[in-house]
């Protein structure tokens, strides 16, 4: 088509499906560039909920489910991003007898035996800045193997969306 019927030509006009695909696919583009900054996806079942909402300025309180960094080379982690909730605060009485786990005389979770991770051993007050981790399957690799995470290690404080 030569150049100047191209310039004559009116552009056609666009109907309701074209606006309402225009304006769809901007809402979209803005969604997926601003949510991804206050979501997080676990890829381990480790916690029942597996998409979760960051609230920046919360303050981790005992249930809070919190992200952190874990350097643990027995386990691959060079660091890793984690998920777990807070199971005792700093001050908490934690005490395990054997392997099951209590903060304040409240169950928290059992250690497995096995060769591969020996259960943490500690009766006593949580120190400060420190926190007890632990997972909501049983299976969860946490403080019960890990020990105690400083408070200052956690990057976020997240609400469970599903």
């Given at each position: 088509?030569?150049?100047?019927?191209?310039?004559?030509?009116?552009?056609?006009?666009?109907?309701?499906?074209?606006?309402?695909?225009?304006v769809l696919?901007?809402?979209?583009?803005?969604?997926?560039?601003?949510?991804?900054?206050?979501v997080t996806?676990?890829?381990?079942?480790?916690?029942?909920?597996?998409?979760?909402?960051?609230?920046?300025?919360?303050?981790?309180?005992?249930?809070?489910?919190?992200?952190?960094?874990?350097?643990?080379?027995?386990?691959?982690?060079?660091?890793?991003?984690?998920?777990?909730?807070?199971?005792?605060?700093?001050?908490?009485?934690?005490?395990?007898?054997?392997?099951?786990?209590?903060?304040?005389?409240?169950?928290?979770?059992?250690?497995?035996?096995?060769?591969?991770?020996?259960?943490?051993?500690?009766?006593?007050?949580?120190?400060?800045?420190?926190?007890?981790?632990?997972?909501?399957?049983?299976?969860?690799?946490?403080?019960?193997?890990?020990?105690?995470?400083?408070?200052?290690?956690?990057?976020?404080?997240?609400?469970?969306?599903?």
């Open positions: 088509m030569p150049l100047t019927v191209w310039f004559t030509n009116k552009p056609p006009k666009m109907g309701r499906k074209g606006i309402c695909f225009l696919t901007a809402l979209f583009l803005i969604v997926g560039t601003v949510l991804p900054q206050y996806i676990t890829r381990t079942d480790s916690v029942k909920y597996n998409v979760f909402w960051e609230m920046e300025d919360q303050v981790p309180a005992p249930g809070s489910y919190v992200r952190l960094l874990l350097w643990d080379a027995s386990v691959g982690c060079n660091p890793c991003s984690i998920v777990k909730r807070i199971g005792c605060m700093p001050g908490g009485a934690l005490t395990n007898n054997g392997t099951k786990f209590y903060c304040n005389g409240k169950f928290l979770g059992q250690a497995q035996e096995n060769d591969r991770h020996q259960p943490f051993v500690f009766n006593g007050t949580v120190p400060p800045g420190r926190v007890f981790l632990i997972g909501d399957q049983e299976r969860s690799y946490d403080s019960r193997y890990f020990g105690f995470k400083p408070l200052r290690d956690i990057e976020v404080v997240l609400r469970p969306l599903f």
